[in-house]
């Protein structure tokens, strides 16, 4: 049983002088990033689809451990709410190919107006046309997905139910597959200037799943894949987060302070290449 755990992106600002170095540019966020967590999950796909070159790009500046989730495009799951997807959803696979073997989860996440009833129809028929080479996940905002019909629906086509952890709606920890996603999410509260520090304690519910993570462990030898994506937006900073599990897990700590530091003292030094070897 693989544990993946990381951030909801690495591209923030917020995170110079905590995380990057401050005088490293964006282009090398990335492979830094890849240094210190195995997992990331991409936000970005949500917003636009990626070109191929992009994504050649992520493949060929992580280590060949290194795996992704990624978010289905907005255009699908929140714009044509999952109807008349044939054509986005093609262009879609054809831009993931180069990452494949990287790729260990598709996350569909529903909007909050897309009830059960308005959207169990087209999650059924957009299922028949998913690429088969990659493995997906579901996320709902809307509480009327939260029934047997659902599950059932999950388990026959090897999809996770994702364990939303929002201050709004929390999804039910149900097990639909052989894979766990879970995803700390918060709210929207802490700004994006905020980035970089934790300004919010969230032991309590890092907790929680840690205890249920370990009693998957323990007790549900079928599955393959747990997958944690703690977003800024959570506490207020991704890595301090993956971190606070990891010591509530009694897993060794991430050490990015470490090398910030080394980083600091080299003055004058700015290129990653004197830092990866």
């Known amino acids: 049983m693989a544990l993946n755990i990381g951030c909801s992106g690495w591209s923030y600002e917020g995170w110079k ?3 990057y170095p401050e005088t490293m540019e964006n282009k090398d966020y990335l492979p830094y990033y890849s240094k210190f967590f195995k997992f990331v999950e991409v936000d970005s796909t949500y917003y ?6 992009t994504v050649r790009g992520w493949k060929e500046r992580t280590p060949e451990d290194f795996k992704f989730s990624l978010k289905f495009p907005k255009i699908i799951t929140h714009e044509r709410k999952l109807e008349d997807v044939i054509k986005p959803l093609s262009a879609l696979f054809y831009s993931l190919e180069p990452l494949t073997d990287k790729i260990l989860m598709l996350l569909i996440q529903l909007p909050p107006f897309l009830s059960e009833k308005r959207g169990f129809t087209s999650l059924q028929d957009m299922v028949q046309h998913l690429d088969k080479r990659f493995r997906y996940s579901l996320e709902v905002r809307h509480p009327s997905w939260f029934n047997d019909d659902v599950y059932k629906f999950l388990r026959e086509h090897d999809m996770s139910l994702v364990w939303s952890v929002r201050d709004k709606l929390q999804s039910p920890s149900v097990i639909t597959s052989d894979q766990i996603y879970i995803r700390f999410i918060g709210d929207r509260s802490i700004s ?5 520090k934790t300004v919010k304690d969230r032991r309590n519910e890092m907790l929680e799943y840690a205890k249920k993570v370990k009693e998957t462990q323990n007790e549900n030898s079928n599955i393959s894949d747990i997958l944690i994506a703690f977003n800024n937006h959570f506490a207020g900073f991704g890595p301090q987060s993956v971190n606070d599990f990891l010591k509530l897990m009694n897993m060794s700590e991430v050490d990015w302070k470490s090398e910030l530091e080394i980083y600091k003292n080299k003055s004058g030094q700015s290129s990653l290449s004197d830092f990866t070897k």
Do not use: Q, W
């Open 17 to 19: 002088r905590n995380f």
């Open 48 to 53: 636009h689809i990626p070109s191929r070159s």
């Open 192 to 196: 994006e200037k905020d980035f970089g």
